[in-house]
Each structure stands twice: as C-alpha cells, then as structure tokens.
C-alpha cells in the first residue's frame, strides 16, 4: 500500500515570498529606469554621486538575484521536499544583507544631506540622532542575518524576533520617519532652490523604503508561517499520520482605493 504524502499549504509562506518576488522585481525595473534617467538628465554631478548611485543599482541588482534565486530554490528545486522547504538557504539570507546594506547607504546619504541643508545650530543634534538612528537600525540587520546563518531553519526564526529581528525592524521605521520628517521640513524651506532635488531625493527614498519594507514582511510571514506548519506537523510525522487540510477557509478582502490625480493648471 503506498504511503500518502501529507498535505503542505504553503500559501501563506512561499506564496507570499512569491508574491513579494513579483512585485519587488517590478520595483527593481522602476530603479533601473530611474539610474538610466539619472545619468542621462544628470550628466554635471559630482563623480562621487554618479559612483554611488551606481553602486546602489549593483547591489540591488545582486539582492534581485539572490532573491530571484531564493524563490527557485524553495518553488522548484525543493518542490514538495519538506526537509529543504523547512531549512534556510543561503541565498535567502544574502539576499537580506544586500537589502540591509542598500538601506544604510541610502539612509547615510540622506543623513549628509540633511547635514548640509540643516541650521548649524542644530546640525550636530539632528544628525546624530538620525545617524545613531540608522547605525542601529545597520547593527541590528547583521545581528539578525546572523542568527539566520545559526538558526538555519525558518521554524526557529521567530525564537529571534524579540531581540534581533523585531529591534531591527523599528529602528529601520524609525530611521525613515525621522529622516523623512527632516527632509520635508528642510526641504519646504528651501523650496525655491530645491525644488528638483526634492522630487528626486523623495522618489529614491520611497522607492527603497516600499522594497525594505515588502522584503521585510515577506520574510516574517514566511518565517511565522513554517514556525505554525511545523508545530502542526510534529506530531503527524512522529507518527506517521497524515495531516488534512484544514476544514475552515480563510476569505481575505483587499479593497482597492482608487486615487484620481488632478492636475493643476499654470494659470491657477
């Protein structure tokens, strides 16, 4: 008689990894747009910044792949493995440390301007908030990719969530609030001369916070997710039972607000 393999529902892990893929590559192809419209239209920046913007777009290009590549491993690769679906993969893990990496530079980028366009009176005390801001928000990155690489199984990654990847996550929200908040209040000072920059320092900055913040929940939703489908299985595979699908489904509503942009005429 052959043994019935027990059912996985994945949909709310890898299908949501899945999802997070998609839209982050989508995301990926608007910063690669963005970069190539950045070195045409701006051709007099300083080399400096030319060099860090490319910087920025080849390590996004490497969190891309190895992110890319992470999702072949678990949808394809370990099909229906659920030794391998239940075990980190490296890739997975890099994948953070670029996404970490890409986040401090943007944000220490953010933190000079700030530091330029600041009143020298409070120059030093807003910038060394926000930069101790995001110095922790860095630390705890690596703490966090590194309990990865000695946990190694996605079901043991919320035993770090109190102090590693829960610390990292606020520091990073607080890092961007505060340096958001800074910008739109300098920024609105010097809106006759700045106008352009502002757009272009608003547009990188939401950019790589809305990828952060979709890679961030794509991996926590994974990681509680294999933690539940574990805890369910245990026991099943002690003894041989096959697990059921579960009887209750669960409906999710997304409702979709529609936005109408108006635009304003020059003679207004």
């Given at each position: 008689?052959?043994?019935?393999?027990?059912?996985?529902?994945?949909?709310?892990?890898?299908?949501?990894?899945?999802?997070?893929?998609?839209?982050?590559?989508?995301?990926?192809?608007?910063?690669?747009?963005?970069?190539?419209?950045?070195?045409?239209?701006?051709?007099?920046?300083?080399?400096?910044?030319?060099?860090?913007?490319?910087?920025?777009?080849?390590?996004?290009?490497?969190?891309?792949?190895?992110?890319?590549?992470?999702?072949?491993?678990?949808?394809?690769?370990?099909?229906?493995?659920?030794?391998?679906?239940?075990?980190?993969h490296?890739?997975?893990?890099?994948?953070?440390?670029?996404?970490?990496?890409?986040?401090?530079?943007?944000?220490?980028?953010?933190?000079?301007?700030?530091?330029?366009?600041?009143?020298?009176?409070?120059?030093?005390w807003?910038?060394s908030?926000?930069?101790?801001?995001?110095?922790?928000?860095f630390?705890?990155?690596?703490?966090?990719?590194?309990?990865?690489?000695?946990?190694?199984?996605?079901?043991?990654l919320?035993?770090?969530?109190?102090?590693?990847?829960?610390?990292?996550?606020?520091?990073?929200?607080?890092?961007?609030?505060?340096?958001?908040?800074?910008?739109?209040?300098?920024?609105?000072?010097?809106?006759?001369?700045?106008?352009?920059?502002?757009?272009?320092?608003?547009?990188?900055?939401?950019?790589?916070?809305?990828?952060?913040f979709?890679?961030?929940?794509?991996?926590?939703?994974?990681?509680?997710?294999?933690a539940?489908?574990?805890?369910?299985?245990?026991?099943?595979?002690?003894?041989?039972?096959?697990?059921?699908?579960?009887?209750?489904?669960?409906?999710?509503?997304?409702?979709?607000?529609?936005?109408?942009?108006?635009?304003?005429?020059?003679?207004?």
């Amino acid at each position: 008689m052959m043994a019935t393999l027990p059912h996985i529902d994945i949909s709310n892990t890898f299908g949501a990894a899945l999802i997070g893929a998609f839209i982050s590559t989508t995301l990926y192809g608007l910063t690669t747009l963005q970069t190539y419209l950045y070195y045409v239209y701006y051709p007099k920046d300083s080399r400096q910044l030319k060099n860090l913007v490319g910087v920025i777009w080849l390590l996004d290009t490497l969190q891309a792949a190895f992110m890319a590549f992470s999702v072949y491993h678990y949808l394809v690769t370990s099909y229906f493995d659920i030794a391998l679906l239940e075990t980190g993969h490296w890739s997975l893990f890099l994948s953070v440390v670029f996404n970490t990496v890409i986040s401090c530079i943007v944000q220490m980028f953010f933190v000079i301007r700030i530091y330029q366009l600041c009143n020298t009176r409070y120059r030093w005390w807003v910038t060394s908030v926000i930069g101790a801001l995001v110095v922790a928000h860095f630390a705890f990155g690596v703490e966090t990719v590194v309990f990865m690489f000695i946990k190694k199984e996605l079901a043991k990654l919320s035993e770090i969530s109190l102090f590693a990847a829960t610390p990292f996550a606020v520091f990073a929200v607080l890092s961007d609030i505060m340096i958001a908040g800074a910008l739109c209040y300098l920024l609105h000072g010097s809106r006759s001369g700045f106008k352009s920059d502002c757009v272009r320092y608003y547009a990188t900055f939401a950019m790589v916070c809305w990828r952060r913040f979709l890679h961030w929940k794509t991996l926590r939703e994974q990681s509680s997710g294999d933690a539940e489908q574990s805890r369910r299985d245990s026991g099943c595979k002690r003894y041989g039972i096959q697990q059921h699908a579960p009887i209750r489904s669960r409906i999710r509503l997304f409702k979709f607000n529609g936005y109408k942009k108006r635009e304003a005429r020059l003679g207004d």
